[in-house]
């Protein structure tokens, strides 16, 4: 399998291509930049490691479209996997000496970036947002779409962007230094979920801005017996189950289990065929039971999926009989 990144602002050593074409075989890189000096540099460093087969550098302005080597790439109709993007933090050199002022440490302080490396017009907010935009475009043309963000209004301001456009599928995560914090945030329009793990983390600071949940844990009123999990999941009408050992992943062409669904069930409506039945399942989940030191409990992890009602009510309605289950001592 092939993997292909897009690496914006790849800088004059190329040092992020050149290491995973190191560490994988199977990876490829585009970078871009706008600064020629730089674009002159990483090529050599490119031609100098005999990557030219597998990473492209190509120069942008900075007036044009970020992600514009995604349409225009050498590279085909390949998807891209992901890009990555440390995009420049400030909006003028103004900016620049504010900040350094803030530091309380001088070597903090000191600036060793060039300004085409740390100055854009609206600062990273305004650059990641543009991104934001463009990415509507170009959509599932690359799987996820990433940047580090230095500021934690620049996290606000690109999560509201992506709520303003209804795009839920969407990580955060930080990066901790001494006195320095910095954020990265992934967006992505296909139908992978990530699990909560790598797609929130457990700062009271920023949970307001945290994705929506993909793990749900639903507690259970006692231990089920062994086979209680696979015989409720083997009840409902049209799952496709990996097997019978935990955690099973579950998959969905259509939902058989809401109160509509189950209404024409009873009422004698033919079901729904699923064998044989082409594109994506309507949801691709994992459950398993566990307990630990809150009890009992039946634990749902959302693998795939553009329906997030879906997975949520099929979660409640898998756990609900869990609890009937268990209730009734079967």
């Known amino acids: 399998m092939v993997f292909i990144f897009f690496i914006s602002g790849t800088g004059s050593s190329a040092i992020y291509p050149l290491l995973g074409c190191k560490l994988s075989p199977n990876w490829h890189f585009v970078g871009s930049d706008i600064d020629r000096d730089s674009l002159e540099s990483a090529r050599t460093n490119v031609k100098r490691n005999s990557m030219g087969d597998r990473i492209e550098i190509v120069e942008v302005s900075a007036e044009g479209p970020i992600l514009q080597p995604l349409a225009a790439s050498r590279i085909p109709s390949s998807r891209y996997d992901f890009t990555m993007c440390n995009p420049p933090f400030y909006s003028s050199a103004e900016d620049v000496a504010r900040s350094a002022e803030a530091k309380e440490f001088q070597p903090n302080a000191v600036c060793t970036g060039a300004d085409v490396e740390m100055i854009t017009e609206g600062g990273e907010s305004h650059f990641?947002?543009?991104?934001?935009?463009?990415s509507l475009a170009l959509k599932d043309r690359c799987r996820w779409y990433t940047s580090m963000l230095g500021k934690l209004s620049s996290l606000t301001d690109v999560v509201s962007r992506l709520r303003s456009h209804s795009i839920d599928n969407y990580a955060i995560t930080e990066f901790v230094?001494?006195?320095?914090?910095?954020?990265?945030?992934?967006?992505?329009?296909?139908?992978?979920?990530?699990?909560?793990?790598?797609?929130?983390?457990?700062n009271p600071g920023v949970s307001s801005l945290m994705p929506p949940r993909n793990n749900f844990r639903q507690a259970l009123p006692g231990i089920p017996s062994p086979s209680a999990l696979i015989d409720v999941l083997s009840s409902i009408p049209g799952l496709v189950l990996s097997s019978t050992t935990q955690p099973i992943t579950i998959s969905a062409q259509t939902n058989s289990w809401s109160r509509a669904a189950r209404r024409k069930q009873a009422a004698g409506a033919p079901k729904a065929s699923v064998s044989g039945a082409v594109g994506s399942p309507l949801l691709v989940c994992r459950a398993s039971v566990m307990q630990d030191d809150e009890g009992p409990a039946v634990v749902f992890l959302w693998v795939k999926g553009r329906e997030r009602l879906a997975f949520e009510g099929f979660a409640s309605h898998v756990a609900k009989k869990m609890r009937d289950v268990v209730r009734s001592g079967a």
């Open 177 to 202: 230094q001494g006195q320095t914090r910095r954020w990265a945030v992934g967006w992505s329009f296909t139908e992978e979920r990530l699990p909560d793990s790598l797609a929130r983390i457990p």
């Open 128 to 134: 990641v947002c543009r991104m934001v935009e463009e």
